[in-house]
C-alpha cells in the first residue's frame, strides 16, 4: 500500500461511491440544507417531551448573547431563586455584567502571576504556550464563580447593566488578551536581562492599572454601593439602600459556598471514581478556592441533582453541548442527529475515548430545572434552563435524555447535604494534581 493517494484509489473510491444509491441521496439532502438539517430525526419528540414529574419555576429565560459566560449566567441563575424567594418576587436577574467586570480584572492578575512563577520556562515549552492561547478567555467553572461572589459579592442587573461589549465580547478580549501576550513579553524579557522580582512586580501593578481602564471603558465602573428597589408578587414596594455586593448577597442570597462542590464523571483510566482532583494554574483569583472535584460514577451524579431538585433547588452543570443536540425545539439526545445513517459510518468512541482523543469535553454550563422519573423512580429525561434567550429550544429551555446525561454530562454541583456520608468523607481527600492542558480543565 502507497503511502500517498493514487489515481487507481480514487477510482476506487468513486466507483464505491456511485454504486450505491443512498449515498446520492443523501449528497441532494446534505448539499441543499447542510449535515445537521439532514440528519435531524424529527420522531425523538415523541419520547422527548417538555413534561417532568418534578418540575422548578424560577423566573424568566436569561441571555447571555454573544458572549461566552454560560458558567456564570448559570451560576447566577441558582442564586436569584434565593432572591426571589426570600423577597417575594415573580422574576428577577442578578448583574452578570459585574461578576464579568471582576472575573476578567482577576483573570488578568491571575495570568501574570503565573507568568511570574514560570519566568524560567522556554517560551517555546508547553507550558508557557499553553498560557498564552487563551489568557483571558470567557469560560470558567464553579469554584471562580465561588471566588468572585466571596470576594465581590453580586448586585442585581439594574445596579450594573449589560452593555455592548459585555454582551458581545470579542472585541474587547482579543485587545485585552493582546495587551495580556504583550505584558508576558515584557516581563519574561524583564527577567531574563537581570530585572528584580520586585521590579517586575512594580511594573505587574501598572499593567493591572492599564487593564481596569480597558475594563471600565469597555464595562462601565462596577458600583460600590448601590439601591436595591423591586416590588414583590403582592405589589408592595421594597427599598434598600446602601447595599455593596457582599452585603446582598450575605442579606438576599445567604448561601455558604463553601457547602458546594462539584462532582464529575470523567471515565479515563487516569482518574479513578472516588478520588479529588484539582487542576495545575486553573483558577482566576490568586490564593483564591482551587478547582476541586470529587470524580464519581454517573449515576451518583444524577442520584445528588435529583436530591438536590426534589428539596426545590436547581442544579449547575455542565456539558458538552454540541454533541446530539437540535436548537429547534431544544433536544439533546443521542439519536437526534443521525449523521452515522447520513454518512454511512458508526462514531464508535466511548465517553473516555473521546476524552482522551479530543473529541469531547465540557462546553457550555447550564441548570436542571427538572426530571422525568419513571414509576421505579428511574430518570428518563431532564428539564433544562439555557441562557441562550427564549428562542432557543422551547421558550429557552432543552429537554435531555437520561442517555445523553450518560455521556456528555461532565459535571454536576450540589450542597454537600445531598452527597452520601461516603461521598462527603471523600471529598476530604487531598486532591490529585492534573495538568494544566487536562480535558477536565476545561472552561464551559
Not at 415523541?46 to 448573547?65: A, C, W, Y
Not at 514560570?118 to 471566588?147: F, K, S, V, Y
Amino acid at each position: 500500500m502507497n503511502r500517498s493517494i493514487e489515481a487507481a484509489q480514487l477510482e476506487s473510491f468513486e466507483s464505491d461511491f456511485q454504486r450505491d444509491p443512498a449515498k446520492r441521496v443523501a449528497q441532494l439532502a446534505v448539499t441543499s440544507n447542510g449535515v445537521n438539517k439532514s440528519a435531524t430525526d424529527p420522531f425523538v419528540q415523541r419520547e422527548d417531551r417538555h413534561q417532568f414529574s418534578v418540575q422548578l419555576e424560577t423566573g424568566k429565560i436569561t441571555n447571555q448573547k454573544g458572549s461566552g459566560r454560560c458558567w456564570m449566567f448559570a451560576a447566577l441563575n441558582t442564586m436569584r431563586v434565593e432572591v426571589m424567594r426570600r423577597l417575594n418576587l415573580e422574576h428577577f436577574e442578578l448583574s452578570q455584567n459585574y461578576t464579568l467586570f471582576y472575573d476578567k480584572l482577576e483573570k488578568s492578575n491571575y495570568f501574570l502571576e503565573t507568568i511570574l512563577d514560570t519566568l524560567d520556562e522556554p517560551t517555546n515549552g508547553r507550558l508557557i504556550a499553553h498560557l498564552l492561547q487563551a489568557p483571558l478567555n470567557d469560560g470558567g467553572q464553579w469554584d471562580m464563580l465561588c471566588n468572585l461572589v466571596e470576594k465581590y459579592g453580586v448586585v442585581p442587573k439594574d445596579a450594573m447593566p449589560e452593555t455592548a461589549c459585555s454582551s458581545s465580547t470579542w472585541e474587547v478580549t482579543s485587545y485585552m488578551t493582546r495587551k495580556l501576550r504583550e505584558f508576558a513579553c515584557v516581563l519574561r524579557e524583564g527577567h531574563a536581562a537581570g530585572k528584580t522580582a520586585e521590579q517586575l512586580r512594580n511594573q505587574k501593578e501598572v499593567m493591572l492599572c492599564n487593564i481596569y481602564n480597558m475594563l471600565c471603558i469597555a464595562f462601565g465602573n462596577p458600583p460600590k454601593t448601590f439601591t436595591l428597589e423591586v416590588r414583590d408578587k403582592d405589589k408592595k414596594f421594597i427599598r434598600d439602600e446602601g447595599l455593596t455586593g457582599r452585603t446582598f448577597f450575605e442579606k438576599y442570597v445567604g448561601w455558604d459556598m463553601g457547602d458546594y462542590v462539584s462532582l464529575i464523571n470523567a471515565t479515563t483510566a487516569d482518574k479513578p471514581f472516588h478520588r479529588t482532583f484539582t487542576v495545575k494554574m486553573l483558577g482566576n483569583i490568586v490564593e483564591g478556592r482551587p478547582v476541586k472535584y470529587l470524580n464519581l460514577p454517573i449515576e451518583d451524579l444524577k442520584a445528588a441533582a435529583i436530591r438536590q431538585m426534589q428539596d426545590n433547588q436547581p442544579v449547575w452543570f455542565g456539558c458538552d453541548v454540541g454533541k446530539c443536540s437540535i436548537r429547534e425545539g431544544g433536544i439533546m439526545d443521542l439519536e437526534a442527529l443521525r449523521a452515522d445513517q447520513l454518512f454511512g459510518t458508526e462514531f464508535g468512541m466511548n465517553k473516555a475515548q473521546r476524552l482522551d482523543y479530543g473529541d469531547s469535553m465540557m462546553t457550555h454550563a447550564m441548570v436542571f430545572q427538572g426530571v422525568n422519573l419513571d414509576e421505579s423512580g428511574k430518570p428518563t429525561r431532564w428539564r433544562v434552563e439555557n441562557s441562550w434567550g427564549k428562542e432557543a429550544g422551547v421558550d429557552g429551555y432543552y429537554v435531555m435524555s437520561d442517555d445523553w446525561f450518560n455521556e456528555y454530562t461532565y459535571q454536576v454541583v450540589v450542597h454537600k447535604k445531598y452527597l452520601t456520608e461516603e461521598q462527603r468523607a471523600e471529598l476530604e481527600q487531598a486532591p490529585i494534581e492534573l495538568e494544566p492542558w487536562d480535558p477536565m480543565g476545561s472552561l464551559a
